[in-house]
């Protein structure tokens, strides 16, 4: 794009020392090629003899040509083939040209010819380092790149994009479901457009604002829409851009970041993943990293020293605060945080209906529905959940997208694209509906469990063999001990049916064991919901916005009494499950039997079925018997809904 250009280009900066380095060098060997190595390769080798061994050699014939010059005299002699050459020193002898007469050598005198200095110095100095010159550009050219500094000229310069003022193309209508983050930013928006106002009252703007959340919620795309709502440039570079193979390239890179940010004011910086270069520093101890500390102590430095009232703002964006330098994070540089959290469910309709702008849509399509089945889903995934919708409307051959595709799209992206062509024996796929039929029964007879939406038997990429979608109502910010439990009560399900009705255990239970588990650890270590432990924290969250890893933090005595009461808390709900199932066994049998039929079933079906209000078929005979233990059904892991 013409609007989107590089402060290399722009503003070049002084040559490195590296480069400057370079030059020296060169200089130094032409100075040793010239009074060194040029002497021993390019002028002919001569041996000094005395003037008598000069006349000596001229009697007896060996000379071939004599060159007399102002204070010495050269003899070319021929022995054995080789022409050597002999110098001596001039002597006052009156009968040296007749002695050379007599003895028929060729001899002359030499004319002195003096050489220009100026054409003596430019062949001896210039032209050579004229020659290194372009090697050196050549190399430059080729190698700079590889060594992840493109051109090696640019050493030290930043990498930063410059958008020209309003040409972000990003405003704050084009983002949605952060309406907290963009009030926040709107106050920066206000102070580049009118900074008298604040100054007026004695106010002082933030220099930096940190955006912090998960990835895909948008913090790149709000940097972008406070630079497009204030109209200034924006400098967008990611903090991975400042690390180099050469320690201080990163420190060069942040002061010319910062030199050509003060002279573009006002301006807006943005540094995404922050945490590449803002990560706490050690004591130096072995495997730190030297340019990344170099690189930060710069941008400590850079941010003490800028004057904000200038009009130049800090934004950066990073998913793991927890890691990043408590020197970076205190007021004066990064002044405020804002949270840039996942959408709540009315954030996520305003998301899709953002997306779907551009989008061909049925005006029947219900956004609403859409969003509650997308708890907890980000902007981006919201993104491509439409755009999968839109591709799905193409292959269909539709003009505009529906319902159906929406719905769709969302279980492409929970589960993946359905395995059309995965073979299942028919023993493998009645174990595969009694399973899910457990979790949607034993989710029905439950009060505090959200209502069953879909049930299918359909593979599908992930590695799901089928999967029961749970929908609620309503956005929950809270969960209940019992909403807890009944949870962990209904992943036990899948497995429970298999043991009332076929005497088995299968694989297809891993990801439902592992979910239940992980719950009720949480339940004990982290919510304080049991009253042996009461309201301690045994467990820490190390990653909130990326895996969510947890870590004990308590004795090992301890750790044994969690695991006994996980165990228990577990084997309580299975338990629980299984009575559910074996009280209703003849309306297992029934929706099994119907859901082998249609492969995929709504909730409105399942509980019509439940409930005795749907007109069907009279249903086959169902054979309950064992499956061999020697056949493992490999019914892969389910998503959570």
Known sequence: SSDLTTMDDKNPDKQSKRVRLYYIAAILLILVINTIISPMFFQPKVHEVSYTNFLSMVDEGKATKVEITKDRIALLCNQEGKEQIYVTGRVDDPELVSRLVKAKVEFSQVIPKQESPIMSFF?????????????????????????????????????????????????????????????????????????????????????????VGPPGTGKTLLAKAVAGEAKVPFFSISGSEFIEMFVGMGAARVRDLFKQAQEK??????????????????????????????????????????????GVIILAATNRPEVLDKALLRPGRFDRRVPVELPDLQGREAILKVHSHDVKMDPQVDFHTIALATSGASGAELANIVNEAALRAVRMG????????????????????????????????????????????????????????????IPRTSGALGYTMQVDTQEKVLMSREELYNKIVTLTGGRSAEEVVFNLVTSGASNDIEQATKLARAMITRFGMTEEFD??????????????????????????????????????????????????????????????????????????????????????????????????????QEPEA
């Open 123 to 211: 062949n001896n100095w210039i032209l050579p380092f004229l020659l290194f010159m372009v090697i050196g550009q050549l190399i430059m050219r080729y190698l700079g790149p590889k060594l992840g500094g493109g051109n090696m000229m640019s050493f030290g310069k930043s990498n930063a994009k410059v958008y020209i003022a309003a040409q972000t193309g990003k405003t704050f209508k084009d983002v949605a479901g952060q309406d907290e983050a963009k009030e926040a930013l709107q106050e920066i928006v206000n102070y580049l457009h009118n900074p008298a106002r604040y100054k007026a009252i004695g106010a002082v703007m933030p220099k930096g604002v940190l955006l």
């Open 265 to 310: 004011a006002p301006c807006i910086v943005f540094i995404d993943e922050i945490d590449a270069i803002g990560k706490k520093r050690d004591n130096g101890a072995f495997g730190s990293n030297d340019e990344r500390e170099q690189t930060l102590n710069q941008l400590l430095s850079e941010m003490d020293g800028f004057d904000g009232s200038k």
């Open 398 to 457: 539709r003009s505009e997208v529906i319902q159906e595709d929406l719905e769709e799209s969302v279980e492409v992206v929970i589960a993946g694209a359905q395995r059309k062509g995965a073979v299942i024996s028919p023993e493998e796929k009645k174990v595969i509906a009694y399973h899910e039929i457990g979790h949607a029964l034993v989710a029905a007879c439950q009060k505090d469990s959200a209502p069953v939406h879909k049930i299918t038997i």
């Open 535 to 636: 309201m301690v924290a045994l467990e820490t969250v190390n990653n909130a916005y990326l895996s969510g890893d947890t870590s004990l933090s308590c004795a090992p005595e301890t750790a044994a009494r969690i695991d006994g009461a996980v165990f228990d808390l577990v084997k309580k709900a299975h338990k629980e499950a299984r009575e559910i199932l074996e009280a209703h066994r003849e309306k297992m049998d029934e929706l099994a039997q119907y859901l082998l039929k249609k492969e995929t079933i709504t909730g409105d079906e399942f509980m019509a079925i439940l409930h005795g209000t749907m007109e069907q078929a009279e249903p086959e005979t169902v054979e309950t018997t064992a499956v061999p233990e020697t056949a493992q059904v490999e019914q892969g």
